[in-house]
């Protein structure tokens, strides 16, 4: 054990150009003068985070996963878009077998000599910039991390799931309800892995028939059946080769090709159709599914030792009525697409219509924000969405009229009292909007009185911006 002095490796770690530590999970646990300097984050403010949430382009995480040092060879971003100078080495941190941490130092002793490297490697860096632009299109991928609207906790671990995926290379379930963002979240474990520029193939597995399913996954070769393909022809696996398969709706493949794909996932091999030699394949699964497979294994609906091959990073998305607080930021991002599509101006939407919106279930999801905001900009007369805009697309149904929409789509597994309560609260967030929050009038349409109106107000929360 080599007895330095604590003071002698300060002075080494704060003269050693742009210098961080993190830990084993990608957190900073030191970052020096010349980084804080550098990025312009306090070491009060980088301490503990994620190094990937605080800069853009790190591959700490992927140096740590892989085991290998990593030098980028483009210019890393903070966070709000501004460019850092130099070119990073991530180095991984081995105490024995154990890898604990990643060293992150600059490959310039200095920020001038990184400016002064960036200028000749500016006309290189635009054109490594295009093609590899240009491989993404080709690629199929459409969606990243930055496309992933939300910073409630539930998003920010989310992105944390997709980075983690990314740096590793086993095969991916992402599970979710219907509208979630399933496809977004896979194209952003393909476009953040080392696999980025080469295929994304995307199957959904209850469009295609379970007859033709085979010849679809690992292809046939000439004269296998009438009307096959002159040459033959390659499958979905072979295709991706190099690269990932995004398996939707996997709930849906038939039982009889489950043990195919489990065989896929074994040997890394195919065969096609008609052909008895195997095809060696290097491709990444990413699976999804909108109802539990766990379940579905149970139930003898899936077979168990496929499920326990895809379920090796299992990413779970959030419903929308689980992370309310991200519906304003969603709600913008859309407007602005649909602006772009649409060739019309909305500014935003009133108070009273962020509110309305913050308080439904939304069974489908983000989904169905998308469709609601799309028909509300529509019949929008106005500069921004208005409550009425909303009202003229759904039908409010008062107490005495029945079942309204929202009652039918409440979730079937609740228990009884979770029913009646949510019947309750939406009952009386309707009356409220269909009063214009008159209180008085509310009451009188619920047959109730003001008072027991108001402590059903406050029981269901319905009252911080009435």
Partial sequence: MLNIPKRCVELILEQSGIVAITDNDGRYIFVNKKWQEDTGISEKDAIGKYNHELIEGSRALAAIKSGRVIMTDFFVRKKDGKGLPGIMSYTPIFDEDRIVGCFISSSFPNIEKAMEFSEKLEAVTAEYEYLKKELRKRSGVKYGVHDIIGESD?????????????????????????????????????????????????????????????????????????????????????????????????????????????????????ERIGSSESIQINTRVIAASNVSLREMVKQKQFRDDLYYRLNIINIIIPPLRNR?????????SIIQKLNDKMNINIDGISAKALEYLKRRDWPGNVRELQNIIERAMNVCTGRSLSLDDFRKIETVMMPESGVSKVEAEIDTDASLSDKKNNLERDMILQALEYCDYNKSQTAKALGISRTLLYQKIKKYELGSDL
């Fill in 324 to 332: 309310r607080e991200d519906i304003p930021l969603l709600i913008d």
């Fill in 154 to 270: 539930s998003i920010k671990r989310l992105k944390e799931q997709i980075y983690q995926a990314g740096a590793s290379d086993s095969t991916v379930l992402i599970e979710g309800e219907t509208g979630t963002g399933k496809e977004l979240v896979a194209h952003s474990v393909h476009s953040c892995s080392l696999r980025s520029i080469f295929q994304f193939v995307k199957v959904n597995c209850s469009a295609i028939p379970s007859n033709l399913m085979e010849s679809e996954f690992f292809g046939y070769e000439e004269g296998t059946f009438t009307g096959a393909q002159k040459g033959g022809k390659k499958g979905k696996f072979e295709i991706a080769h190099l690269g990932s398969i995004f398996l939707d709706e996997i709930n849906q493949m038939d039982l009889s090709i489950q043990p195919k794909l489990l065989r896929v996932l074994q040997e890394k091999e195919i």
